[in-house]
């Protein structure tokens, strides 16, 4: 039997997709940035990011099915699925903002 969600468990999947929404932007940014030549970012991070997205969200689609499947609780489905997202922003977020600004 499932164990039963609480509001706090509602309120940490919306914190973590929050958590996600502004690292994305920070990131999505950051990229623009080395595009144009501003923000030092690797020859590879187009490819990078194409690749860590689709891994992404297979992981968490497979990971939430299986959960859901099993019978456990839409909360902790739902924290299933978003936690792979959300370590992929995270990381890219660090790694990034250790980049910093193209300097000459």
């Known amino acids: 039997m499932p164990r039963i969600a609480t509001p706090l468990d509602y309120w940490?999947?919306?914190l973590q997709l929050?958590?996600?929404l502004a690292?994305?932007?920070s990131v999505i940014a950051m990229r623009m940035m080395?595009?144009?030549g501003v923000w030092s970012v690797p020859k590879?991070?187009?490819k990078r990011m194409l690749n860590e997205k689709i891994f992404a969200f297979v992981k968490g689609?497979?990971?939430?099915s299986r959960a859901a499947i099993a019978g456990q609780s839409p909360d902790a489905v739902t924290a299933l699925a978003i936690k792979p997202i959300r370590?992929?922003?995270r990381a890219n977020h660090k790694?990034?903002?250790k980049r910093g600004l193209k300097r000459g």
């Open 12 to 14: 940490t999947n919306a």
């Open 18 to 20: 929050g958590f996600v």
């Open 23 to 25: 690292e994305a932007q």
């Open 34 to 36: 080395g595009a144009a």
């Open 44 to 46: 590879t991070e187009n």
């Open 61 to 64: 689609t497979t990971d939430a």
């Open 87 to 89: 370590q992929a922003t």
């Open 95 to 97: 790694r990034l903002k």
